[in-house]
Each structure stands twice: as structure tokens, then as C-alpha cells.
């Protein structure tokens, strides 16, 4: 009796869906005029909340991203993602806001008036901006005020100190209740708008040796939809592995090359973490990795692959690689295991702590220095203000972009 | 022969009226440490323990199951009153907890309402971690005894944790917070049952509704959201 209790209590907190709220037909955006990417950049930046504190805090951060307009607060890791343009007499936005770190979430909609920045705007003009919205909270409909006013235009991007944000997973975990599943295409278009230059993916190899994306060592019911087949994912193959397995959302399990390959010409990603979980793949990562680093020069992308080293098994098989020399290496050991590496990135686990001396000798280097995985609010912030690392792996991009976009503004 | 015979008679019967005796006054309410009983003014019990909870995959990601182990102890006070003392320690994790209670018995059934005040610390500087932890944490409860037999009885119990100071360090990064956070119910039920003599065995499942787990706290979780976290105990009272 126990253990049905246990079992059945149990269930009720593996769900992974969140309803996100939708204005479904009384959506507004599909009759507004898309805004020019000038006068985009022109709304990008910090503003301060005027009305709404209790949802957004005291400032926030917008961001276009291509079509979706981004807000990027930091009580629990709020955030917006909405769509809209010019509507006549106002500029017009609608979406839903959601907190990273919980499941609350809600209706938003916001407008600019022409006399409070909007003409401007359409004009690609520099000019005060004051927004004006309301949101509501789950599926009720927007009735609590908002009001926004820009404090400062974000920097240019040769203006920004270069600094990573990089999403876990792709994006993020499939526990953290976004729409899509982690380790897919989706996922890291969808990290785009969370505010993410980068992403980290997880690769294992199947039975017939397909570089896979996945993260767990097996097939289990927490990243994949009840199916035919369960257990590691090295006694399946490729066609197995495509056929039999949808994971959680209904996506297919991609491949390193397909995801490789949507990143190159999909996204603006700049920066790709491959995390191998087998050592054997290096065989067919490795060569993957060139293919790829050599298409985006050729191609004028700002795109770097970089190899993974998470354990000492993975960096002796990267080692013994006759090609380990032309591909970049992110080595998670210590200090003197980069130098043996040679690799260009020191990616320490987050709990060592900032770490200063070590991060000033892998700058002396010529090196790069990213840390991992990187949620905890609290220290995000401490990290972000007092640490000297080029980037941060987190399943919260849209906080650490937060951070990092105030602490740019200053 | 007959001698030998004779005296192996005797001590076998003056035996068995000793262990009749004995059985006839073992009462598991006298006995009992886990129920809510009223204690006689300086009456002490302890008991030792341990238990193993399912800490939730999405916190560890890993399959993880931890180790408690529990030292509990009571003391009889005037007027209804027991004050309890309650060591868990992982190693890593450690938790003190002082509390008062008081306690009412209605014939096979009792009924007891407490407070406990607990320390929590944690240390832990090896496989890439340099963190520490402390905290307080305030467990208002209740709890409800019921006897079904001379040997065995039944304890259910409630507690509501409140946490209201963490300091936590990561290196040289350290960070507080003062925030009254209830982190979520924990509804207990445990069985004492006559082992032999005088000695009880107690088997309880604990079955926590929760944000925050304070053995796990190394995972540095911030999923602000309920997780189930059961846990089997065993303890002795000797």
C-alpha cells in the first residue's frame, strides 16, 4: 500500500507541460506592419518599470530577435517573448511572460503610443520611448498595468564586452517545462530568443556508431513519450533510435549533424559546446567539427565548434586523435590539464567559486574561460558583478542576459 | 543423571515465570519514543536510526538515494511537556533540531502539537565543489498516536518547515538570504512494534511535499515548484 502510495504520488510531479497562455483568435499581431531592424536596435535596451513591479521588478531588459521581441526581468527569472509591429496609431505587442524558475505564467500585451516614442520609431529616429501594456496571470485575460520607460539604449555589439551567454541543452532542460525538448533544433531556436550567443548539446553514440543528440545514457519516460523502447542508447541504432523514439514534446532524436547544421544556417549562434558522453565518438566528432568550423569561415559566419572535455577518458581519446590539433578543445579539468590539452576554452564547474587567479593565468594564456551550469540566481548575479569569465553555461539565459545587460549599461 | 535432570527442570520453569513476568509488563506506550505520550516528569528515551529518500531526478540528475542517519532523543517535563533533541547527518549535510512539545493521551489515543528550532550545515570541498551552507529552519507540528496492541502502535505526523536564514558559499562568493520560506509539508507515519525484551523496532515512511531538501542542498536546486520526496526509516530503541 506504501508503495502505491509512494508510485502514485510520485507521478503527479514528472508532469513536464506547462499551458502557456495564448490570445488565440483575439491575437492582434497578425494585422500589424513588421518594423525595420534600425528601428528594432532603437527599442533595444534597459527600461524601468514604472507600473508592474510586482511581475517585472525595477528594470528590464528588451531585445529584439529577429520576429520576436524579448524582455528579460529578475524576479524568478521572469521573461516575455512577444510579436508585433506597427498598428496604425500605435505600435502593438502581444506574447506571454513566463518565470524561468517556476511555472507561473500569463497573457501580455504592450503599445506605444505615436506621441510617446512610436512615430519616432517608425521613422528610425532615437527618441524617449515609453511603453504602455497590461498582463494578466495564467489563462485570465491582461487587466493589471505595466508601464515601462527607456533608460538606456542597449550598446552595439562592438561596443559589448564580449561575453558568453550559453544555453544548457540547447537551451534548456526538458524539466524546465519550455515548449520544446532539450538537445534539438527547436530548442536552440527557441534559446534565440531566451537571449542566448550559444548553446551546449549533449552527444552519445547509437549501436551502428550515428553521432545522436541526448542527453541521459538511456532511453527513459523523463525526455522521451512512452514508447516501444527503454534503456541505453548505445544498444539501439540509428534507425531504431529515429523510428521507435519521440522525445518529450514529439520531436525526432537529431543528430550532431543535423543540429550542426541548422545552427549554421538558421541561427546566429556563435558558439556551440559539444559535450561527448562517449569517448568512442571522438572517431566521428572530431572530423565533424572541422567540416563544420571550415563551412562557417568560408561562409562569413561568426560560428566556432568546440570540443568538450568533461573527464579524463574523453580527453585521452581526444588526444589520441591524429586530427585533436585542428578542431578547439573546451577542457572542464584543471588548469594544468588545459595546458596539456592546449585547449582554447577552461570550462570549471561553478561551485569552485570565482576563482580569480586561475581565470587571470588562462587569460595570460591567451585562453578563454566559461564556467558551468550556472542557475542559482544569487550567485548569478555575484558571478556576473565580481567574476572575470568570458561566458557562462546556464539553464536561465534570459536572467544572465538580464545581468549582463545591466551590468553593460552602467 | 537425575540431579542434573532435576536442576535443568527447575531453571527452565523459574525461567519461564521470568519471561512471563517480563511479557506481561511490556506496555509499547511506556516504551514508545515516537509517539506523542505524556511523559513522567525527567523520563528519557533515545533511539538511532537511519533512512534512505529518493532525492527527486531533477534536482541530481542522476538516480540518488541518501543515507540519514538520525539520533532522536526525549525528556519528560512538568505539565504535559516533552522537550526532544534530533541529530540527521549525512556527513555532508548535518541538521540540529531542539523542539518542545505537548502532549495529551485519551486512552488508546493521544495527540501531541510541537515546535522544533533546527541548525542545518553543510560542507563539502572535494569532486569540484568548495561550497558550504548554514541555515535555520522553524518545524512547527503535529502529531496523533494510536495504540493497536500492547506490543504495537502507530504515530502519524505533521510538520510545516519554515526555512529563515540560508548562508551559502561558493568559494569565495558568499550570499544570504532572510526570507521566511515555507518549503512545503512533510507527513510521517511510523510503527513501533516489540523486537524482544524491552527493545522496539520503528519502520516509517516520511513523505515530504517539497521546494527544499536540506541533505541535498550541494545539488543547489531552484525549481520553484512542489517535489515528492519519500523516505524509508528504521530505528531502534534499545
Redesign the interface.
Known amino acids: 500500500m506504501?508503495t502505491v502510495?509512494?508510485t502514485a504520488?510520485?507521478k503527479?510531479?514528472d508532469n513536464y507541460y506547462l499551458n502557456l497562455p495564448s490570445h488565440g483568435d483575439q491575437t492582434l499581431v497578425e494585422e500589424t506592419r513588421p518594423l525595420t531592424e534600425r528601428s528594432k536596435v532603437l527599442m533595444d535596451g534597459i527600461y524601468r518599470v514604472e507600473k508592474g513591479n510586482d511581475l517585472l521588478g525595477d528594470t528590464v531588459v528588451l531585445k529584439w530577435h529577429k520576429e520576436m521581441l524579448s524582455m528579460y526581468g529578475k524576479p524568478?527569472g521572469v521573461y516575455a517573448l512577444m510579436k508585433g509591429g506597427d498598428l496604425d496609431s500605435v505600435l502593438f505587442f502581444q506574447g506571454y511572460w513566463r518565470?524561468a524558475?517556476?511555472?507561473e505564467t500569463g497573457l501580455i500585451d504592450f503599445y506605444i503610443r505615436r506621441s510617446e516614442g512610436g512615430a519616432e520609431l517608425i521613422h528610425e529616429i532615437a527618441t524617449p520611448i515609453t511603453m504602455k501594456g497590461l498582463y494578466g496571470n495564467d489563462l485570465s485575460n491582461p487587466s493589471d498595468r505595466i508601464v515601462l520607460s527607456l533608460i538606456k539604449r542597449l550598446p552595439t555589439q562592438k561596443e559589448l564586452q564580449r561575453f558568453g551567454v550559453i544555453a544548457h541543452r540547447g537551451g534548456g532542460?526538458t524539466?524546465d517545462k519550455l515548449p520544446v525538448s532539450e538537445n534539438t533544433p527547436k530548442m536552440i531556436e527557441f534559446a534565440e530568443y531566451l537571449g542566448a550567443k550559444g548553446v551546449e548539446i549533449d552527444t552519445r553514440l547509437s549501436k551502428d556508431d550515428s553521432v545522436m543528440c541526448y542527453h541521459d545514457s538511456d532511453i527513459n519516460i523523463?525526455l522521451t513519450q512512452k514508447g516501444p523502447i527503454m534503456g541505453p542508447v548505445e544498444q539501439y541504432t540509428f534507425n531504431q533510435l529515429r523510428t521507435l523514439v519521440r522525445l518529450y514534446h514529439g520531436e525526432q532524436m537529431p543528430t550532431l549533424r543535423e543540429m550542426l547544421e541548422f545552427m549554421l544556417h538558421k541561427t546566429s549562434m556563435t558558439f556551440v559546446w559539444l559535450d561527448n558522453k562517449d569517448a568512442k565518438s571522438m572517431e566521428k566528432t572530431i572530423p565533424m567539427v572541422m567540416e563544420f568550423n571550415k563551412a562557417a569561415k568560408e561562409m562569413g559566419r561568426d560560428m566556432v565548434v568546440v570540443i568538450g572535455m568533461p573527464n579524463a577518458e574523453i580527453m585521452e581519446a581526444y588526444l589520441n586523435h591524429p586530427d585533436h590539433k585542428r578542431v578547439p578543445a573546451l577542457c572542464e579539468l584543471t588548469v594544468s590539464d588545459v595546458e596539456k590539452v592546449n585547449a582554447a576554452i577552461w570550462g570549471p564547474?561553478?561551485?569552485?567559486?570565482?576563482?580569480?587567479q586561475e581565470v587571470k593565468t588562462i587569460h595570460s594564456q591567451g585562453r578563454f574561460a566559461v564556467l558551468w551550469t550556472l542557475?542559482?540566481?544569487?550567485?548569478m548575479h555575484?558571478?556576473v558583478e565580481?567574476g572575470e569569465f568570458d561566458g557562462m553555461l546556464t539553464?536561465?539565459p534570459t536572467l544572465l542576459s538580464y545581468y549582463y545587460y545591466v551590468k553593460m549599461c552602467r | 543423571m537425575k540431579k542434573l535432570l532435576t536442576t535443568l527442570l527447575v531453571v527452565l520453569f523459574a525461567f519461564s515465570l521470568v519471561a512471563e513476568e517480563k511479557k506481561k509488563e511490556f506496555d509499547i506506550v511506556e516504551r514508545s519514543i515516537m509517539m506523542p505520550k505524556e511523559y513522567r516528569f525527567k523520563e528519557m528515551n533515545w533511539m538511532f536510526g537511519f533512512g534512505f529518500a529518493k532525492v527527486p531526478f531533477d534536482w541530481v540528475e542522476m538516480a540518488l538515494q541518501a543515507p540519514l542517519f538520525y539520533l532522536h532523543g526525549n525528556l519528560g517535563l512538568p505539565y504535559g511537556f516533552v522537550a526532544n533533541l534530533d541529530v540527521q547527518t549525512l556527513f555532508v549535510s548535518n541538521q540540529f533540531r531542539l523542539g518542545l512539545k505537548w502532549n495529551k493521551q485519551f486512552g488508546r489515543f493521544s495527540a501531541g502539537v510541537g515546535y522544533d528550532q533546527a541548525f542545518m550545515f553543510g560542507r563539502m570541498n572535494f569532486l569540484g565543489f568548495a561550497n558550504r551552507v548554514t541555515g535555520w529552519t522553524a518545524y512547527p507540528n503535529v502529531s496523533a498516536g494510536f495504540v493497536l496492541s500492547k506490543n504495537i502502535a502507530f504515530t502519524l505526523n505533521a510538520e510545516f518547515p519554515v526555512i529563515t536564514h540560508m548562508r551559502r558559499t561558493a568559494g569565495e562568493i558568499e550570499t544570504s538570504t532572510d526570507r521566511n520560506a515555507f518549503v512545503g509539508p512533510t507527513v510521517s507515519l511510523f510503527m513501533e512494534q516489540r523486537l524482544y525484551k524491552n527493545h522496539i523496532l520503528i519502520l516509517g515512511v516520511k513523505n515530504s511535499f517539497t521546494k527544499y531538501f536540506f541533505p541535498a542542498w550541494m545539488a543547489f536546486s531552484t525549481f520553484n515548484r512542489y517535489y515528492y520526496v519519500p523516505e524509508l526509516f528504521c530505528g531502534f530503541k534499545l
Open positions: 506504501i502510495l509512494v504520488c510520485s503527479l510531479y524568478q518565470r524558475l517556476s511555472d532542460r524539466s523523463r564547474r561553478w561551485t569552485m567559486g570565482i576563482q580569480s542557475d542559482d540566481p544569487v550567485f555575484e558571478f565580481q539553464n536561465y
